[in-house]
């Protein structure tokens, strides 16, 4: 089992930053991938940034150039720093990892509580 806490969200203006970030505990070795994901209010939850356990990081395209992905292995902590804030930036985050246990042939994916994260023009 995987347990994720995240935090950092907060109230920001156009153009600012917020690091957000993702403390994981439990079977953290069986981790494969891990990831942002945002929901704003109205809409469906969308995939932010992704890194693998290989270091391998993928963006959604208009996060590109201003959000980064990245892991301290040492403190099970994963983060997203989030630049050049936009107000459609505004959404719940929410933390993700994707884990094989024993036995199992397919991931199971576990989930933060989400941190809101609102951006004013």
């Known amino acids: 089992q995987v347990q994720l806490v995240e935090s950092g969200g907060g109230l920001v203006q156009a153009g600012g930053s917020l690091r957000l970030s993702c403390a994981a505990s439990?079977?953290?070795?069986?981790?494969?991938?891990m990831g942002w994901y945002r929901q704003a209010p109205g809409k469906q939850r969308e995939l932010v940034a992704v890194?693998?356990?290989?270091?391998?990081?993928n963006y959604l395209d208009s996060v590109k150039g201003r959000f980064t992905i990245s892991r301290d292995n040492a403190k099970n902590t994963m983060y997203l720093q989030m630049n050049s804030l936009k107000p459609e930036d505004t959404a719940v985050y929410y933390c993700?990892?994707?884990?094989?246990?024993?036995?199992?042939?397919?991931?199971?994916?576990?989930w933060g509580q989400g941190t809101q994260v609102t951006v004013s023009s």
């Open positions: 993700n990892a994707d884990r094989i246990g024993a036995g199992a042939t397919v991931p199971y994916r576990y």
């Open positions: 439990g079977s953290i070795f069986s981790i494969i991938r």
């Open positions: 890194i693998t356990s290989g270091g391998t990081t």
